[in-house]
Every structure is written in C-alpha cells, then in structure tokens.
C-alpha cells in the first residue's frame, strides 16, 4: 500500500511540506510509502472548461504541457491520496485550487477514478481561515467519493516562517494522529476487502457445487 502527498505551497520545504511529513512519517512506521509531489515553482493551469475529459474518458486532463496529468496518475495508482496546502487568503493556494479543480473533473468523468481511497487534506496557516482551506480540499475527497479519516482536532498546523509549525506541538500532534488513523482505515479496507473476496469466492464454489451443468461444475464432463 502506499500514499501520494501533494504539497500546494509555492515554498517547497516549507510549512506544509513539514506537516506532510509528520503524517507519512506514522504511515511510515506502518509499512506505508508515501511519495510527496511538490508543486512550486511547477507550471500548473486551471481548469478550461473544455469538458474533453467527458468525450475522451482517457482518464487524462486533455490540457497538456504541464504537471497535472501526471499527479492524476499518481493518484490513479495510490491508495491514499493526502492534499497540504498552506492559507492564502482563507483559503488554498492557486495551484492546489487547480489541480484540485482539473484532477476532480477527470476524476468525475471516468467512473469516479478515486472512488474509495482514502482522503486527508492538510492545512498550514499563520493565524486564520485555515478551516476554510480545510473545507475546499475537503470537498474534492467527498465528491470524488472517498473515506476522510479525522485526527484529534482539524489537520492544521501553526506558522509563519519555514518551521515554525514545529513549535506547534498540538498541530505537530494531530499530523501524528492523523498518520496512524489513515494507516489503520487503509488496513481494515484492505482486511475488508480480502474477507470479501474470500466470501465471494466461497460463495461461488457453493454455487457450482449446487448446479449441475454450470460451466464452474468441476463433475461438469465426466
Ligand atoms: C499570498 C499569501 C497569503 C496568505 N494568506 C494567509 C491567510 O489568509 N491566513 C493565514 O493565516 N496565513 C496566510 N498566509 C501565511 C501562510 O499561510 C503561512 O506562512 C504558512 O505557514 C505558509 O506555509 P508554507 O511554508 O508551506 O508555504 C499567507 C501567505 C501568503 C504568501
């Protein structure tokens, strides 16, 4: 099982990316990668509105030449799906807002591509509407209908300058518990998951067993 993390800030290294990895490092522990892709300084438009994605069902944005296409893979090929972002006024940055809007769409347009996966969104802030950058990225999991784990209070971390969400010991706290809640939900979907088969599979060999002429009949010949 492994993450991807996007980290939104235009700073790379900074305050969000200090979060993420609070959190990846408890995934960590639990024998889960997570791959961190940082968008500043990428070049990373918003959404066209050209609705191509509904025509092509390529399971790819059809604006081209810049990252998007290739964070939507990552996420394709994740279990879980973590997006950081730091406030910019009240809400996430320009390129998380992007890529959010660009991967949705795609996301809707091909059978709901992340159905399922888990979705946690971390925020960094020097003082206010972190809850509101919290709520948009929010809305991408919920829509695109995946499980969001909470933590022990909402995943924000105090901060101005690059590291001083460290001298934030609850946010540094809630990224901890955060972690491990995301690698236990990721464990009982897996676990649910093999029961099921293991139920179906069962299940199946009833059947079989029962009905003479099915073509799973192993008699089915003598
Ligand atoms: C353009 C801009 C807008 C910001 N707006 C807010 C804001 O609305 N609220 C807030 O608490 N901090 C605001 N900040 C501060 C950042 O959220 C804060 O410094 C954060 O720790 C940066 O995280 P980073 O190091 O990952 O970039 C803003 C910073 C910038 C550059």
Redesign the pocket.
Known sequence: MHAVAF?????K???????LRHVSAELDKEGIRTDMVQL?GKRIRGCTACYKCFANRNRRCAVSGDEVNDCIEKMVAADAILL????????V?SEMKALIDRAGMVGRANGDMYRRKVGAAV????????IH?FDTMNHFFLIEQMIVPGANYWNI??????G??EKDEEGVGTMRTLGRNIAWLLKAIRSAGETRQTQESVAEQETSRRTPGSSRNPRRGK
Do not use: Q
């Not at 980290?7 to 700073?11: D, L, T």
């Not at 971390?157 to 690059?162: D, F, L, Y």
């Open positions: 980290n939104g800030s235009a700073r290294d900074g305050n969000t990316a200090l979060l500043a950081g972002s730091p406030t910019y006024f009240a809400d940055t925020v960094a802030a020097r003082r206010g509407g972190a950058a971390g105090a901060g101005r300058e690059i001083d969400v």
